[in-house]
Every structure is written in C-alpha cells, then in structure tokens.
C-alpha cells in the first residue's frame, strides 16, 4: 500500500544549524513526491517537489529510490522557517495524495 | 495556481446536527479533495470530490456521515452529518490539477461539537 513516514514529529534546531526533514516512503511505481510547508496561521502551501529539482527558500529535497526516501534538507536553518512540513506522495493509481504525519520545525534563536 | 476560499472559516455546533461546508475554487480544477485535520496531526483524506458523481470515500469514512456534492468543477461541499464530540476537527478543501499535481488548499473550517 501507498505509505509515507515521517519519523521525527519535532524537530528542534538552533538559528545556522543544518536541518533535515526525513520522508521514506513506499509505492509500487514511479513516485511523485512532494514537500507541502504549513506556517503559523497560514494554509498548507507547496514547498517543491522533486520533478523540478529546485531549491526553495534554501531548501532541496532529492529523491533516492534505493532508500525509497526524500529527505529534505537546508544547510543554515532561518528562525522563519519554523512551521510544519507535510511529505506527500502522489497516487498515480488512486489519483490522490498521500501524506506523512508531519515534523514540526522549531529553529531557536 | 488556484484560490480557494471555504467557508464557514468557523463554527460551533451542537451534538446531533449537520453542518456544510462550501468550497470555491477561482479556477477549473481536475481534482478537488476534502481533508481532516486533527489538532497536531496530520492530514486524513476523507474523500475524493468527483464531478457530476458520487464521492469516492477512503476507508472509515461513509457517505451518510460525509455527504459531499461536486456539480462542477470549481465548487464542492462537505456535510458533517449527525456530528458528536469527535468530530471535531479541522476540514480542509483541497484542489489541483492532475498534470501539474500541485495541491493548493483552503484555510480549513474548525468545527468545534459540544
């Protein structure tokens, strides 16, 4: 069945720090995966996804098949990147989204 | 991109009644989903709007419990019907399109049951 973990539910860095937000996911197919962002008091938005290989906000995400994960990843975490981050995974069978329990980001001063 | 407003943004109900919830979209969309979000947690799909048909329902959830109406593509409803205390909760519309398989959402209606 189509499943994506997000083992960490906080995860607490200081203002610099690398951070990583851990997806694994399982799906019998092509995935399509995603990275939705939900800010405090503001609706779940798309962060990127990993067709288009950006980096948004300073933020990137690669997906590795061998690990089925797609992590994602900032090398200097900013305070206003405190919010919630939702890794989803498009059901090219269902015709839905799949969505992790989420990791809440808190980077402290 | 794609608008979506949703309302109400907010109610509080009493045991045993049924609310609707509206659902806009600024744009034509393929896909329209409703979605429940418990505080803290993450996201459930409750179901798949479809146009013009009945909803597709992920398991757990009944259409007698979660009427949801799609009579074109930009507009949507979700019925929480004979409510208790459980279900309370956040709803969230949701809509994008298939190609492009970006999901925008509404800013979610809280429901609150006494």
């Known amino acids: 069945a189509q499943r994506v973990t997000q083992p960490e539910k906080l995860l607490s860095v200081f203002k610099g720090a690398p951070v990583e937000l851990k997806c694994n996911y399982s799906y019998s197919g092509s995935p399509e995966l995603f990275w939705y962002v939900q800010y405090s008091r503001q609706r779940l938005q798309l962060l990127l996804r990993h067709i288009s290989r950006e980096s948004i906000k300073g933020f990137t995400a690669d997906l590795n098949k061998g690990e089925t994960s797609f992590h994602l990843k900032k090398p200097f975490a900013q305070e206003e990147d405190s919010a919630m981050y939702y890794c989803a995974l498009f059901d090219n069978y269902g015709q839905n989204f799949v969505f992790g329990p989420g990791t809440r980001l808190s980077v402290l001063p | 991109s794609a608008v979506i407003s949703q309302k109400p943004s907010r109610d509080i109900c009493q045991r045993g009644t049924s609310l609707t919830i509206q659902c806009q979209v600024d744009?034509?969309?393929?896909?329209m989903f409703w979605y429940r979000q418990q505080p803290g947690q993450s996201l459930t799909l409750i179901a798949t709007?479809?146009?013009?048909?009945?909803?597709?329902?992920e398991s757990g959830f009944v259409i007698d419990k979660f009427p949801i109406s799609r009579p074109n593509l930009t507009f949507s409803t979700l019925t929480v019907s004979n409510m208790s205390p459980e279900d309370s909760s956040i709803y969230l519309c949701?809509?994008?399109?298939?190609?492009?398989?970006?999901?925008?959402f509404g800013e979610g209606s809280r429901l609150t049951v006494l």
């Open positions: 949701s809509a994008g399109i298939v190609n492009t398989g970006e999901l925008f």
């Open positions: 709007a479809n146009q013009g048909s009945e909803a597709t329902y």
């Open positions: 744009s034509q969309v393929t896909m």
